[in-house]
């Protein structure tokens, strides 16, 4: 058993360190075994729109021809809906792995958008650009959406994890109408997923060499493809979270999208334990929703890059030293007071 754990290990460091097979694999990546088999259990957009699961299905040609597959769901309650929360999801999955959470959501009170980025799930498209396409592909669902008057067009709040938080990010920074951004374990950049994607061991030279070679294949620039560069845009909230013992995305990503943003914003890193643990019993899905509700309602507490600068600087000063008091004058007692001369009595 030790050994089969060793050699495990060992195959994960491997990896780690050469990464996969071609540069391609940056942009290729393939909706996971057990998301198509979930997707094929939970049925299609239209099997699901008869049975009231979801409130409409949408398909979005764009010009490229890729088709977006879009879910929507409209709020159960009977109040105007509280806004519109538009669900992004990571790496290989769909948004089938979402839909729990879009219909929490919109039991309390939100219209709710979840979208098949490209190559992934029921939407088409060779290859990924890593948020520079897909952005643009969220802005033409929500646009029409809002224009057919499908969902409420605001306040707009936008969850993602992983490429899906890139990707909130990049489309956050382009689209003013978005109020709040809650992104898990976002990647920061292209060049940053690329380099975990080849391999730690990758060297420079050959890591230009792979992002100029992917550019040319899914037509977009990678090194300009940013959620650090896109974050100093934003001037709406963000709420990031990261788990401290992410192997995938490191928290490094989202600290350096942390510090570029200018907004509002506030960086919260899950600890193993207790915290996991909780959120496990609350459920992940209830969690997620948890997350965006408490955003819309103003429950997170932010800073802004200005407030925390300031917060630094007063800590760094030395305080000020305090005036030196004056010396107090001692009360007078009745032994201070000059004493009566003794006068010498008369000779007789």
């Known amino acids: 058993m030790a050994r089969i754990i060793f050699l495990s290990l060992s195959l994960v460091m491997l990896v780690l360190a ?20 979930k997707m094929d259990l939970m ?28 879910w929507g769901i409209n709020a159960k309650t009977e109040a105007p809906a509280k806004g519109t929360v538009v669900i992004l999801h990571g790496t290989k999955e769909s948004k089938a792995n979402y ?45 029409t959406l809002i224009n057919e008057k499908k969902i409420t067009a605001k306040p707009l709040y936008v969850f993602g994890i992983k490429f899906g938080g890139a990707t909130a990010i990049q489309y956050a920074a382009i689209e003013p109408r978005v109020c709040g951004v809650v992104a898990i374990a976002p990647w920061k950049n292209t060049r940053a997923k690329a380099k975990r994607d080849l391999g730690i061991l990758t060297s420079p030279q050959d890591l230009d060499k792979a992002l100029d070679e992917i550019g040319k294949i899914a037509e977009f620039d ?60 609350r459920g992940v899905s209830a969690w997620e929703a948890d997350l965006v509700e408490n955003l819309a309602d103003g429950k997170v507490e932010m800073t802004t890059k200005q407030q925390d600068a300031e917060k630094a600087k007063a800590k760094k000063s030395p305080a000020a030293k305090p005036a030196p008091a004056p010396k107090a004058t001692p009360l007078s007692t009745t032994d201070d007071k000059p004493k009566p001369k003794k006068i010498p009595a008369a000779n007789p």
């Open 18 to 37: 050469v990464g996969g097979c071609g540069n391609t694999q940056i942009i290729e990546p393939e909706t996971s075994l057990d998301n198509k088999f």
């Open 222 to 281: 990678p090194d300009t493809t940013s959620a650090v560069a896109d974050a100093k845009k934003i001037t709406c909230p963000v709420y990031l979270v990261h788990g401290a013992g992410d192997l995938v995305v490191p928290v490094s990503d989202s600290e350096a999208i942390f510090l570029a943003l200018n907004g509002p914003r506030k960086l919260r890193i899950i600890l193993p334990g207790i915290e996991q643990t909780a959120i496990l019993m």
């Open 99 to 143: 839909l729990d959470m879009g219909k929490k959501l919109a039991k309390r009170g939100f219209d709710v958008v979840l979208i098949d980025l490209r190559r992934h799930g029921r939407s088409t498209g060779k290859y990924i650009t890593c948020g520079a396409k897909e952005k643009f592909d969220v802005k033409e669902v929500v646009d």
């Open 43 to 70: 049925g299609t957009g239209d099997e699901l729109q008869k049975k009231g699961i979801i409130t409409f299905h949408r398909r979005f040609t764009r010009p490229d021809e890729v088709i977006i597959d879009v």
